[in-house]
């Protein structure tokens, strides 16, 4: 069920263009009904929208959205070339602990760049084989994609011309007819009018011979 319930007729292939002073009546008359707020307000009939429901990953994102902070999503340091540590001396597992551990962060980084370039050489190797084929077929699944909305489009607008040419023939089929019932009105307006007017001369003919007698 529609919630706007009026419906407004109109036969714009058989009414004469108005004017632009009629117009700027038509416009005044629709903005003294428009509440100020129309444009920011939704329509009273219209339900109220849902509250949104964000999981604290959303909502932490969009407060950091709202606070205009930079995202730091990706540790970027992992991929920059590694400084290995001072060298160390032979004791330096004793009395330098701190020093032994640096190697061995140091170590592990280098495994996990290892491995992320021994994984990209491969990817790459892989695209290098397969890329251009998995791209053509890729682009003809994209081009059939297409012609299905174009083919929708099509049907679609053949849809809407042939509403319009009903509609249009629909008009135009008693735009005769409409142009005889309105000179047929006016017409029977000018007679209303003129009965109107000689009554009025009767009736003042009426008082003034009454008068006439009185007197």
Do not use: C
């Not at 939704?42 to 949104?52: E, F």
């Not at 509609?167 to 000179?183: F, S, T």
Request: glycine fraction near 6%; avoid cysteine; aromatic fraction near 4%.
């Amino acid at each position: 069920m529609p919630l706007i319930l009026e419906s407004h007729d109109s036969l714009p292939y058989i009414d004469a263009d108005p004017t632009p002073s009629t117009r700027a009546q038509i416009s005044a008359l629709v903005n003294a009904e428009l509440s100020p707020a129309y444009t920011t307000e939704p329509h009273p009939l219209l339900p109220s929208p849902p509250s949104p429901k964000f999981s604290p990953l959303i909502s932490a994102e969009l407060a950091r959205i709202a606070a205009k902070e930079s995202l730091n999503a990706i540790d970027t340091t992992r991929y920059e070339a590694l400084e290995p540590p001072a060298s160390p001396d032979p004791t330096s597992d004793e009395t330098r602990p701190q020093l032994l551990e640096e190697w061995r962060s140091a170590l592990r980084k280098a495994y996990t760049s290892s491995t992320y370039l021994s994984n990209r050489l491969q990817n790459l190797a892989l695209l290098d084989q397969f890329g251009k084929n998995a791209w053509l077929v890729g682009n003809s699944q994209l081009e059939e994609i297409l012609k299905g909305i174009e083919k929708e489009l099509v049907e679609a607008r053949g849809e809407v011309e042939a509403v319009e040419a009903d509609r249009r023939a629909a008009q135009e089929g008693v735009e005769g007819e409409m142009e005889g019932l309105d000179e047929g009105w006016r017409k029977g307006v000018g007679r209303l009018v003129e009965v109107l007017v000689a009554g009025e001369e009767v009736r003042h003919e009426i008082l003034d011979r009454r008068r006439e007698g009185a007197v």
